[in-house]
C-alpha cells in the first residue's frame, strides 16, 4: 500500500498508510449543473453514472506523492481537487489533489478510467478543524504546461463543490471514516479552450484568509512504445 507524508503549518508531520482511495464524481455543489455536465458527456460517449454524486474504489497504490506521472498514450489529463486524508486518531487532514485520468478509456467506464492513473496529492496539508469554518472561501486553481508555455485551466472556490463535511457523513455512514482513508473530491469546471492533454500540471489550494496555498506539480511522461 501507499504511504504518505503531510507536513503541517506548525511544522509537524503525519504519515498514513493509506488503504483506502475513493474518488468521487459528479460532485457539485448545484446538482442541476451536475446534471447538465452529465447531459454534456453523454453526448461524447461517457455513460453516466446511475447516482450523483459518484463515489468510485481506486487502488490505494495510486495515492502518489510524485513528480511525475506515466502515461500510455497522450490523452490523459489531470483535474483540480481537494482531498480528505484521515490520519491517525482520526484526525482529518485537507491537501490538495490532482486526479490523472485516461480521457480515451472513460469513454468505456469512468471507474475504470480513474483506475488508469494516480492521484497525485501535495506533501502538505492543513488540519480541516482549522479551516473548515471558511472552507467555501478556499480558492482551487490549475495550469498546464506545454513545453515552455503555463495557462491555467481552471480557478474557483471550494463553495462550488460538495464540502469535506458532506463527505464526512457519508463517509461515516458506511463505516469507512477511519485512518488511512483518503477521498478525492471531484472537480471544477475547465476552461474552454484550454488544451488538458498537457506535459505537465500545478494545482494549487489556497486560503485567502492566511496566504497560505498548498501546491503540486507533476511531469507528464509518456512510456515507450510497447514491444510485442
Known sequence: MAVLTFELPDGSTREVDVVQVLNAGYAGRSQEDVAAH????????????????????????????????????????????????????????????????????????????????????????????????????????????????????QSGTLAELLTPAYWVDVLRSRGTLTPGTVLISGTIPMTPGVDQFADGWSVELGDPATGDAIRLDYDVQPMPAPIG
Open 38 to 153: 452529465v447531459a454534456e458527456l453523454a453526448e461524447l460517449g461517457v455513460p453516466g453514472p446511475s447516482v450523483t454524486p459518484a463515489l468510485y474504489p481506486v487502488s490505494p497504490y495510486l495515492a502518489q506523492q510524485t513528480d511525475r506521472v506515466q502515461v500510455q498514450h497522450g490523452r490523459t489529463s489531470g483535474e483540480a481537487e481537494w482531498a480528505l486524508v484521515v490520519a491517525d486518531g482520526g484526525e482529518l487532514l485537507l491537501t490538495a489533489a490532482c486526479d490523472h485520468t485516461d480521457r480515451d478509456l472513460e469513454v468505456h467506464g469512468v471507474a475504470w478510467s480513474k483506475n488508469a492513473g494516480p492521484d497525485v496529492l501535495a506533501r502538505r496539508a492543513w488540519r480541516l478543524a482549522d479551516v473548515e469554518s471558511r472552507v467555501d472561501e478556499l480558492t482551487l486553481r490549475a495550469w498546464v504546461t506545454h513545453g515552455d508555455t503555463r495557462t491555467e485551466i
